[in-house]
C-alpha cells in the first residue's frame, strides 16, 4: 500500500514553454500533498503544500506563480511550471499522506526529471 | 538553514558489516522521525520511523536510535548488502503542520 506515482517521469522541454506533473495517490485518500525540488547532490527542499480543496502554501522564495499547484481531488495534484527556463531544471519529487490518519508518514513518488533547454 | 543534519555525508562500508549513519536535528519540538533511503534517480524510500516517546525501534535489518537528550538520531543497518548502497536522509517532522525539514543526506556505498 501507500502508492505514489508520478507523471511524466521524464520531460524536456524548451525555455519559455510550460511543463505540467501529475502526482497521484494510487491506494489511499491523500487530503495533503507536498511537492519538493532536488538538485543533484543535494537534500530535498520543500516547495509547497498542496490541500485538498484549498489554495497551496508555498514556502519562503517560491514563487506561487510560475509554480502552479493543484490540488483537485483526493488522489491527483498537478504542479505546473510555467515560463520555464533553464535554472528551472531539477528533479520534482511530490509526497502524500493518508487521509483519515494522523500519521505523519510521507510516502514519496518516484520524481520527475525536468530539463529545460 | 537546515534544522536537520547529518554528520558525514559519505559512508563506506564493506559488505557484510554494520553501517551505522547519524543525524544532528536542532528543533527539539519535533515529535517524529523518519529515516529514508533514495536510490540513483528515484524518489526517497521510507525505510523506519521512531516517534518522540521512544529511543529505540527496529524493523527488518534496521534500528532507528533516538538521543534526545543531545538530538541526535541514528540508523543502523545490519549486514550491509550492495543493495544498500543509496543516500540516506533522516526529516524530522514540525508537528504544527506536518512538514518535514531534511538533513543533507549521507551517501552509503558498500563495498564487495
Known amino acids: 500500500g501507500a502508492v505514489v506515482s508520478q507523471h511524466p517521469s521524464r520531460v524536456i522541454c524548451k525555455s519559455g514553454t510550460s511543463v505540467k506533473i501529475e502526482c497521484r495517490s494510487l491506494?489511499?485518500?491523500?487530503?495533503?500533498m507536498f511537492w519538493y525540488r532536488q538538485f543533484p547532490k543535494k537534500s530535498l527542499m520543500l516547495m509547497a503544500t498542496?490541500?485538498?480543496?484549498?489554495?497551496?502554501?508555498?514556502e519562503q522564495g517560491v514563487e506561487k506563480d510560475k509554480f502552479l499547484i493543484n490540488h483537485a481531488s483526493l488522489t491527483l495534484s498537478t504542479l505546473t511550471v510555467t515560463s520555464a527556463h533553464p535554472e528551472d531544471s531539477s528533479f520534482y519529487i511530490c509526497?502524500?499522506?493518508?487521509?483519515?490518519?494522523?500519521?505523519?508518514?510521507?510516502?514519496f513518488g518516484p520524481g520527475t526529471r525536468l530539463l529545460v533547454l | 538553514g537546515e534544522s536537520v543534519g547529518l554528520h558525514l555525508p559519505t559512508l563506506s562500508v564493506q559488505e557484510g558489516d554494520n553501517s551505522i549513519i547519524n543525524c544532528a536535528y536542532s528543533?527539539?519540538?519535533?515529535?517524529?522521525f523518519i529515516w529514508y533511503k533514495q536510490e540513483s534517480g528515484k524518489g526517497p524510500q521510507f525505510i523506519i520511523d521512531?516517534?518522540?516517546?521512544?529511543d529505540k525501534r527496529q524493523g527488518q535489518r534496521v534500528t532507528v536510535l533516538l538521543n534526545k537528550t543531545v538530538k541526535h538520531l541514528s540508523l543502523q543497518i545490519a549486514a550491509t548488502q550492495p543493495g544498500d548502497s543509496a543516500v540516506y536522509f533522516c526529516?524530522?517532522?514540525?508537528?504544527?503542520?506536518?512538514?518535514?525539514?531534511f538533513g543533507a543526506g549521507t551517501t552509503v556505498t558498500v563495498r564487495a
Open positions: 491506494d489511499f485518500q491523500a487530503t495533503t
Open positions: 528543533n527539539s519540538a519535533s515529535d517524529y
Open positions: 521512531i516517534r518522540s516517546n521512544m
Open positions: 498542496s490541500n485538498e480543496g484549498s489554495k497551496a502554501t508555498y
Open positions: 509526497s502524500a499522506r493518508s487521509r483519515g490518519t494522523s500519521s505523519e508518514t510521507q510516502y
Open positions: 526529516a524530522e517532522n514540525s508537528p504544527n503542520d506536518y512538514k518535514l525539514s
